[in-house]
């Protein structure tokens, strides 16, 4: 998993790098190179790029000007740019006989700042976005509105929910990877046509699968980009979707109406559960706020058995019955193959497992999308789409058929679902650290779909790989209350983006990210999740793990960020 280079090779190579660069310097990491800060450029022609730029493979169908404040972020308008659209790779599958092409829309702003945004999209993709460098959440501004030239794609396929691409094995290789490794040339010579010069520094991030995206980038284009912001990153999508389908079989042990699987886990019951754990944890940071701050501390002080009252009498919300215990707590300690090996990891405990999306992602998702990516999209050979039945796969199909199948290859399907969705060695970030290149990634404590320990395991292991400490390249923040990529009891809105280009451009090291609450009013839309005892602009300090934000001595005020310290 992990590769060394001699510290002598180490030092050669971040010699190079700082060349090539042009500096060392700012508050960073000296041994690590420090890359130029972009230089913008003003776009030449929008019109005539459609018929102007020539790349292989690729056609451009449309080249239009956008006018300033046509389109808006957060109630924000967008400075004047350039929609570009086109497909690259257009073929007829041999295994559907389908007409496939990689769909994508570029904006180029007409003031550009130097850089070059790639939004990676989330779920099974299939659909190119706008364009404007957004990810799944609620950021407080975009790409498009900094500056950046952004892309964004449908990796490959057409159709939103059309899981049957899978049949198709390049298909599934364009969504798993190679799809970002083609675009990425493409849309660098398209930015060199329209300006003059290719970007100077370049971007790539999102949330959910585009955090993964992001994640398998890191691993198989560590030269490619600069800056690498991954989200929720379901980096184990595979084992993750086989682990929530696992999570919804416990569930449906105790659900009162098999029709309705979520009778199994109401949302009275998961509000119940989430006081049950702020009543034990939420005090551990010192401030009683209804955030729970220090995960490690109420992992250790939370128990599902002691803390939650157990029926003694009818089933009525107010308490979980013996057989309701007994179902949950392997929800949360992580699932299992049939020999009793686990191949994903724990969920903690927090206050955000009844946030407003949580129903979708415990019962529609495991049902619906987990079951049918998984005979489809990774499992060899795949299920047939005519016949199908993804609830009945969920609920009947073992956990050990389940991850062979995404471990399989025949003739046809040369590379396996767990291969082609992956990172390759993600804790192996040699050549993108010693390049000056860095990471940024942050994850929802109350996720429920992936998991935040999972990330965690993660950048555990990629500190022991760099002796200990990753900080001077990679950082990762754990938000509290949050569920996928927004939403639930939380601090929910903040700018990861332009910390990123601080730190790689400036060397300053993104020690806290201011985030927000998105009460009542809030730009960009409220969180229905915030609690009503909340200032509607609540602030706190996301910290870089293994820091937790704590109370300051002597301070009182619990509704701002600068009452609390990284610690």
Not at 9 to 16: N, P, Q, T
Not at 57 to 73: D, I, K, S
Not at 237 to 248: E, K, Q, T, V
Not at 505 to 523: H, I, S
Request: glycine residues 10%; contains cysteine.
């Amino acid at each position: 998993m992990r590769s060394f280079v001699p510290f002598s090779m180490h030092l050669v190579a971040a010699a190079g790098a700082a060349l090539l660069a042009g500096c060392w310097g700012g508050d960073g990491d000296a041994s690590l190179p420090q890359l130029k800060a972009a230089q913008g450029a003003t776009l030449r022609s929008c019109a005539e790029l459609a018929s102007a730029f020539s790349h292989p493979n690729t056609t451009l169908t449309a080249a239009e000007p956008v006018a300033a404040g046509a389109a808006v972020w957060a109630g924000a308008p967008i400075a004047a740019h350039c929609r570009i659209t086109g497909e690259m790779f257009r073929r007829t599958s041999p295994q559907d006989g389908n007409s496939y092409a990689i769909g994508f829309e570029m904006r180029l702003p007409t003031a550009w700042n130097g850089r070059f945004f790639y939004q990676a999209n989330g779920g099974s993709d299939g659909v190119v976005w706008p364009a404007l460098g957004s990810q799944p959440g609620p950021q407080p501004s975009v790409a498009l509105q900094q500056g950046f030239a952004v892309i964004s794609s449908d990796a490959g396929h057409s159709g939103q929910g059309n899981l049957a691409f899978g049949i198709d094995f390049q298909a599934r290789l364009d969504y798993g990877y190679q799809a970002v490794a083609k675009l990425t040339p493409m849309a660098k010579a398209l930015i060199a046509a329209a300006y003059g010069k290719e970007p100077d520094r370049s971007y790539i991030g999102g949330c959910s699968n585009a955090g993964r995206h992001t994640m398998v980038a890191m691993t198989r284009m560590p030269g490619e980009y600069d800056g690498y912001l991954a989200g929720a990153p379901g980096y184990r999508l595979p084992l993750a979707a086989i682990a929530n389908m696992d999570r919804l079989r416990h569930v449906a042990q105790v659900a009162t109406d098999p029709a309705d699987l979520s009778s199994g886990f109401t949302g009275t019951e998961r509000a119940l559960l989430s006081a049950a754990v702020v009543a034990r944890c939420d005090a551990l940071d010192g401030a009683t706020d209804g955030m729970i701050q220090d995960v490690e501390a109420c992992r250790a002080a939370f128990d599902i058995q002691r803390d939650v009252p157990t029926c003694t009498g009818a089933r009525d919300g107010t308490c979980f019955t013996p057989a309701q215990k007994a179902a949950y707590a392997p929800m949360f300690s992580g699932a299992v193959d049939g020999s009793g090996r686990k191949f994903y990891n724990s969920f903690p405990y927090d206050a955000g497992h009844n946030a407003g999306d949580s129903s979708f992602w415990r019962f529609t998702v495991p049902q619906f999308i987990d079951s049918g990516a998984t005979a489809l999209i990774w499992g060899v050979p795949p299920a047939d789409p005519a016949t199908f039945n993804g609830p009945a796969y969920a609920l009947t199909v073992s956990n050990d058929a389940k991850l062979a199948a995404v471990a399989a290859t025949n003739a046809t399907y040369t590379e396996s679902g767990l291969s082609f969705m992956q990172p390759v060695n993600p804790t192996d970030l040699g050549t993108l650290k010693q390049r000056g290149a860095k990471v940024m990634v942050y994850h929802g404590v109350s996720d429920a779909i992936f998991s935040v320990d999972d990330t965690t395991a993660w950048y555990e292991g990629l500190r022991s790989a760099n002796g200990g400490d990753a900080s001077n390249f990679a950082r990762f923040y754990r938000v509290p209350g949050m569920s996928h990529c927004g939403q639930g009891p939380s601090t929910d809105q903040f700018d990861m983006l332009s910390a990123l280009v601080d730190w790689v451009e400036n060397g300053k090291a993104p020690d806290t990210v201011l985030a927000r609450a998105r009460g009542a009013g809030a730009p960009g839309g409220a969180n229905a999740d915030v609690p009503a005892t909340w200032a509607a602009d609540r602030t706190r300090p996301l910290c870089p793990y293994p820091k937790v934000a704590r109370l300051k001595a002597g301070a009182t005020n619990l509704e701002t960020a600068e009452s609390f310290s990284c610690q």
